[in-house]
């Protein structure tokens, strides 16, 4: 049976205001809670500072900062090793790159997947929607 995504928290770590804006609201009016952060640094303050652990984070690979999404991800994978309540939060790649490079930086990365940034605004966002539901399901 198929795990309903409702309720599920999503953390978004992206630079960009508008995106982040556009897929929070998308997402929660989807019945989700969001979180997001803008850098590393509020990545890391959002994350230790929730209730629990959330059930998929999304890094965008262009942070525009000292660390991208993808080395992101891949040192946060590493370091969770020690939170057992982590290690089934689901780590995924997001970005408007191509998407194979996109798929490269995934499996380099040791990411659960990626979405590419356009899947939003496909088809009034059932395309994110079905990637997020495969990833939580």
Do not use: C
């Not at 997001?94 to 995934?106: M, N, V």
């Amino acid at each position: 049976m198929e795990e309903n995504p409702v309720g599920h928290n999503i953390l978004l770590i992206d630079d960009d205001p508008f995106f982040q804006r556009v897929t929070k609201e998308f997402l929660e009016q989807s019945g989700f809670k969001v979180t997001v952060a803008a850098s590393w640094m509020d990545f890391t303050k959002a994350y230790y500072s929730a209730a629990a652990p959330p059930d998929l984070i999304l890094f965008d690979i262009n942070l525009g900062g000292s660390i991208s999404g993808d080395k992101l991800l891949a040192a946060f994978k590493k370091g969770r090793g020690t939170i057992a309540s982590a290690k089934k939060t689901k780590l995924v790649l997001i970005s408007a790159r191509p998407e194979s490079e996109l798929a490269a930086k995934a499996r380099e990365a040791g990411a659960d997947g990626y979405i590419v940034k356009e899947a939003l605004y496909v088809a009034s966002g059932e395309r994110l929607l079905a990637k997020l539901k495969a990833f939580l399901g």
